[in-house]
């Protein structure tokens, strides 16, 4: 459990930065009127939503393995193996 709240802080971190750098860009128009800015603060969006990604791949990623449920190193190359053939067909 100590290991997924040491990663998922760096995904709130980048979620505050993303928001943080938003609402400054926001009112750094509003004070100028720059569309160039307006434009860049809609574009700092793209970082909220990497940093949302993250942390939500990061909480899928910490959760345990349900019961029954064993892939060992041969299974695993199997299911790759499997995977690729079905694109390259």
């Known amino acids: 459990m100590r ?8 995904a709130w971190l980048s979620i505050a930065a993303a928001i943080i750098t938003i609402e400054l860009k926001t009112v750094a128009d509003l004070v100028t ?4 800015l307006l434009s860049d603060a809609l574009e ?4 909220l939503a990497g940093a949302l990604t ?9 959760r345990p393995v349900p019961p029954g449920i064993f892939l060992d190193t ?10 690729t053939e ?3 067909s």
């Open 86 to 88: 079905r694109r390259a």
């Open 3 to 10: 290991a997924r709240s040491f990663l998922t802080r760096f």
């Open 44 to 47: 700092s969006l793209v970082n």
């Open 33 to 36: 009127g720059s569309a160039g």
């Open 54 to 62: 993250a942390l939500a791949m990061l909480t899928i990623a910490a």
């Open 74 to 83: 041969k299974t695993a190359e199997m299911l790759i193996s499997a995977s």
